[in-house]
Each structure stands twice: as structure tokens, then as C-alpha cells.
């Protein structure tokens, strides 16, 4: 819960932020731990929930995703990703031992180049959205990003964004997740994102 | 509050009336009071007038929808014919029973009219496939006891296609305006003999 999970969709990209703290208990493990795990050219994954099950998961689908566009040549599209990734946490869910992960899916249409953002939660519940959160980040920054965003920003705009959620963040989450790391979704690619974490902001 | 049946929220419709049938539910995704998703329909729909409306945990509701557009695919290889609302509804019964004893989460709405006579059917059922024909309306999820309510006092026999949408969108709006864990926008179908009118309502988006 206290892990932070963003996305964002602007005109042409995905933006995914995820908060850089391992944590265990009250101790922090890592201070630069990526969240994310990239499944293919234009695809890309934050995941979020209990300790062993996140990576095992994510990784689990990236091998699954990357053999697929090795057989045929061909990538999934981030919406056929997002349903493959929900079967599959929909059948471990009613499984003896079901993965608790969150996910945050995020991607640019191979051909049409259009930006997408899945939802999904551990109970295997899908939604497309225009910007999402995970864990308490809801809280904080759905509110922000229900004022601020528009669907056709760039991706200029949708740093700024992102720089308003963590700032908000760190004015209110009473623990330190040790910043952002930031990628962006465009239809070159996937880059990550300079982003300023040592930024200090003042309570209120 | 912990009920399965209502962490995401949601609510469903459907309504007889003269020679067609109308199905609508809201758009609402939501984990208790938060709103996740305002884009999250409920009604989908199996061949030329067969519908399914599926209220409760949004992951069943997804599972449960995915599962019969397979079934009904299936269905139509085999038979070379679409499926009809009465034979749909059985499908959709033994296929909820057949996990009686770990059910999926939803409260299923089936809306039709039947491909030979052209007769209106609607039918609920519970989440282990009992199911419960009406002759008027049926309604799910959250906003039940405001639908029953709205239901109720709105609907009568005999409407018309255009009175029919008028009716149930009204009932459905007002319903889901006193329920916190529905509303956010509706779609409303309403299936005439060969014709079939989907529109999206805005309604409150608060």
C-alpha cells in the first residue's frame, strides 16, 4: 500500500511512475528498486503488492510476452497484453495460492500509435483509464490528475503532471518512498525519464 | 461491507415492453468509495438480441462475460445458428451452478426477444444460476432497492420502444443518484424485432 504506482496517457506517449523504495516492515532494503518490467517494444509494466509474488509475477508475464513476439514476429498489442495479463491473474486468484500484485499497464499501439493505461488490481479487475494510481497514491493524486489532466497533453505536460503527484505526495505519505523512477511510452520506444527527486517540499 | 457482491458497486435493468426490450446499467468501477474507472459497462451483448447484464465483483463480472462470449462462440460453430434468449438463459444457469460450492460474483440479467415469435424475454438470476423469470422487469447490483423502487412506480405494459427508453433510463438515473456505489454514466439498449438502439447517458458525475 504505501508503494506508489502512476500512470498517466497524454497525446502521443504512457507515462509510468513508480515509487523507487524496497521496503520490508518499517526497514527500507533499497532506495533505486524499478517497479517496472518491460514486456516488449511498447509495453510497459509497474507492478506493486507482496514481496516475492510482484517480480516472480512480472516476470512471469515479460518471458510470456517476449516468447510470443519471438514465434511470430509480431508484438501483442497493449490492450491484448492487459487481457492475457488478466486471465492470468484471474486464474491464480481462485488458485490455492493466489499472486497479490497490482499492476499498471501502459503502452502505444504498434500501428494506430494510440496511448493506452490498464488498471488492474489483484482480484484480477481490468479497466482502461486515462490516468491511474495504486496503494494510497489514489488518495493523493487521483483528485490532482481528475482536475488537471486533459487526454490530448504532452508529454511536457504530463511531466509536470507527474511532478504535481509527487509533490503532493511528499507533502502528505507520512514514509518515505525515496522518489520517483519515471518512463515514458512513445511509439519509439521506451525511455526513461529524467526526473528531480531531491526536490524538498514544505508541509503545509 | 466486506460483501464480494459489493466492493466495486454497480447496478443493472432490463424491462419488458411492447414488442421489445430495453437492458441498461450504469459505468461505475470503484473500490469501496473510490472511484477507479467511469468507463466500465455491464451489458454485453451475444449475437443479434441476446444481452447480458452482470453486476458484482468487477473480476467475475469480466471472467463471467469472457466465459459465455466463448460458450455462445462455441454454441454457433456447433449449431450454425445464433443463440436464442430462453436457451441462453439455461446456459447461463447450469454454467453458474456448475460452481455452486465457489461461486462467481454476479448477479447475471439476461434481456431478449425470442428469434421465431419475436416475444420480449428478461430473466435475473442469483449468483448459483437460480433463475427468476419475470413478466415485467428484473433488477442487480447495488442500486436494487432503488430500482425496485423506481421500477415499480414507473413501469406499466405495454410501452412502446421510445417510452420504453424513457422509462427505464429514468428509473435507472434516479436509482443509481441515491446509490454512492453506482452511477457515473449509463448505457441503455433497447432490442426491437430487427433493430437495435444503443445509447450512452451522461448522467451525474458526482
Known amino acids: 500500500m504505501p508503494e506508489v504506482l502512476l500512470g498517466i496517457t497524454g497525446k502521443d506517449f504512457t507515462l509510468i511512475a513508480a ?11 533499497k532506495a533505486a528498486d524499478d517497479k517496472t518490467r518491460q ?4 509495453t510497459l509494466m509497474a507492478f506493486s503488492g507482496e514481496a516475492g509474488d510482484t517480480v516472480q509475477f512480472a516476470e512471469y508475464i515479460q518471458a510470456n510476452a517476449q516468447l510470443y513476439s519471438m514465434r511470430n514476429e509480431t508484438d501483442l498489442s497493449p490492450s ?25 499497464l501502459g503502452g502505444v499501439d504498434p500501428i494506430t500509435h494510440q496511448p493506452s493505461l490498464y488498471w488492474l488490481d489483484y482480484l484480477a479487475s481490468l479497466a482502461p483509464v486515462p490516468y491511474a494510481a495504486h496503494g494510497y497514491a489514489q488518495y493523493y493524486c487521483l483528485s490532482l490528475l481528475d482536475k488537471h489532466h486533459q487526454p490530448d497533453i504532452t508529454l511536457e505536460r504530463g511531466m509536470e503532471l507527474l511532478t504535481l503527484c509527487a509533490d503532493e505526495l511528499k507533502r502528505r ?15 519509439d520506444g521506451i525511455k526513461e525519464m529524467p526526473f528531480d527527486n531531491d526536490k524538498v517540499v514544505k508541509g503545509t | 461491507m466486506p460483501s464480494p457482491f459489493s466492493i466495486n458497486g454497480g447496478a443493472c435493468v432490463a424491462m419488458v415492453g411492447k414488442d421489445c426490450v430495453a437492458i441498461a446499467c450504469d459505468l461505475r468501477l470503484g473500490l469501496q468509495a473510490l472511484t477507479v474507472s467511469n468507463n466500465f459497462p455491464k451489458v454485453f451483448q451475444y449475437g443479434d438480441n441476446v444481452f447480458l ?7 467475475d463480472v469480466s471472467t463471467v462475460s469472457d466465459l459465455f462470449r466463448y460458450k455462445v462462440n462455441m ?14 438463459a439455461n446456459l447461463v444457469s447450469s454454467s453458474l451452478y456448475e460452481r455452486r460450492f465457489g461461486p462467481y460474483f454476479v ?14 424475454f428478461i430473466c435475473g438470476f442469483d449468483s448459483i444460476g437460480c433463475i427468476d423469470f419475470a413478466q415485467d422487469f ?36 434516479n436509482a443509481v443518484d441515491r446509490d454512492a456505489l453506482s452511477g457515473w454514466g449509463a448505457h441503455v439498449y433497447i432490442i426491437e424485432k430487427d433493430k437495435v438502439t444503443k445509447r450512452l447517458l451522461k448522467g451525474r458525475q458526482d
Not at chain 1, 39 to 42: F, G, I, P, V
Not at chain 1, 80 to 104: C, D, I, M, Q, T
Not at chain 2, 53 to 59: K, N, Q, S, V
Not at chain 2, 75 to 88: C, D, G, S, V
Open chain 1, 19 to 29: 515509487s523507487k523504495a524496497a521496503m520490508r516492515g518499517a526497514t527500507i532494503l
Open chain 1, 39 to 42: 514486456l516488449n517494444k511498447h
Open chain 1, 80 to 104: 491484448a497484453l492487459a487481457h492475457f495479463v488478466r486471465g492470468e491473474l484471474a486464474s491464480s486468484l481462485r488458485s490455492r495460492k493466489p499472486y497479490n500484485v497490482n499492476l499498471l
Open chain 1, 173 to 187: 505519505l507520512p514514509i518515505d518512498f525515496k522518489g520517483l523512477i519515471v518512463k515514458a511510452v512513445t511509439k
Open chain 2, 53 to 59: 447484464g452482470l453486476t458484482g465483483l468487477a473480476t
Open chain 2, 75 to 88: 454454441y454457433r460453430l456447433r449449431e450454425e445458428r445464433h443463440i436464442a434468449p430462453r436457451t441462453f
Open chain 2, 107 to 120: 448477479s447475471p440479467v439476461v434481456a431478449g426477444l425470442d428469434p421465431k415469435t419475436g416475444a420480449p
Open chain 2, 138 to 173: 428484473i433488477v442487480s447490483g447495488t442500486a436494487t432497492d432503488q430500482l425496485f423502487g423506481m421500477c415499480e412506480s414507473l413501469w406499466e405494459p405495454g410501452l412502446g420502444p421510445d417510452e420504453l427508453f424513457e422509462t427505464i433510463s429514468q428509473a435507472l438515473l
